[in-house]
């Protein structure tokens, strides 16, 4: 069964600092990757996804993520905080064959200081 | 060009009552699904409506009922609502039922059961 794993509940960085939220999944094949972004009474804002290829995927606001097929893992990064990505974060993951029903993990809640 | 729309925002029910939610999809989607997001937790999928069919369903149960009407809007039918049933309720809309498609998600409905 495919699942999603954030192990990150809460994590508060510096802004200017650098960010890295962990994603693992369960699936049994190379599955379709995304990472979303959801602010308070927001819905959810897709950051990136990863289908195949190139294992280091560029996103939007300065985000980028790298597939590690050995690590069953999909991490996201960004080399500098800004305080407006405060937000709660959220990896995906999508059958190939059934590409529109997404597992999402719980989500990791990112807190800047300033 | 406007987004993924939903209606009501908030909602406030008692045990038993029923209650539809409603999505109009992304300009040119003719995909909707709908997912349940309680507290803390990720999206957990609902079911998936394409050419007004229910083609994919997550495990929910029976009470959870829905339809997609000619203009591919639609809405989410929740019968004999539960205290459980409280939670932000999310639709995603594409285009059609393909690989690789992006979803785009409104901004939710947030149901209190009471």
């Known amino acids: 069964a495919q699942s999603v794993t954030q192990p990150d509940i809460h994590i508060t960085v510096s802004e200017g600092a650098s960010l890295e939220l962990r994603c693992n999944y369960s699936y049994g094949a190379t599955p379709y990757l995304f990472w979303y972004v959801q602010s308070p009474g927001q819905g959810l804002q897709l950051l990136l996804k990863?289908?195949?290829?190139?294992?280091l995927v560029q996103g939007i606001k300065g985000f980028e993520a790298e597939f590690k097929r050995s690590q069953s893992s999909f991490n996201l990064r960004k080399p500098s905080v800004h305080w407006s990505d405060a937000a709660e974060y959220f990896c995906a993951v999508g059958a190939r064959y059934n590409f529109n029903k997404f597992y999402f993990g719980s989500g990791t809640k990112l807190n800047v200081k300033p | 060009d406007a987004g993924v729309t939903q209606s009501p925002t908030h909602l406030i029910k008692t045990r038993g009552q029923q209650v539809t939610l409603r999505c109009s999809p992304k300009s040119g989607h003719d995909t909707v699904s709908w997912y349940q997001q309680a507290l803390g937790q990720g999206p957990q999928f609902i079911f998936q409506y394409y050419e007004e069919e229910e083609r994919q369903r997550g495990n929910f149960p029976d009470r959870f009922s829905g339809h997609q009407f000619p203009n591919y809007s639609s809405e989410l039918n929740v019968n004999a609502l539960l205290l459980g049933d409280s939670a932000l309720y999310l639709c995603?809309?594409?285009?059609?039922?393909?690989?690789?498609?992006?979803?785009?998600f409104g901004p939710g409905t947030r149901l209190l059961v009471l």
């Open positions: 995603a809309s594409s285009l059609a039922i393909t690989p690789k498609e992006t979803q785009y």
């Open positions: 990863y289908f195949s290829g190139d294992t």
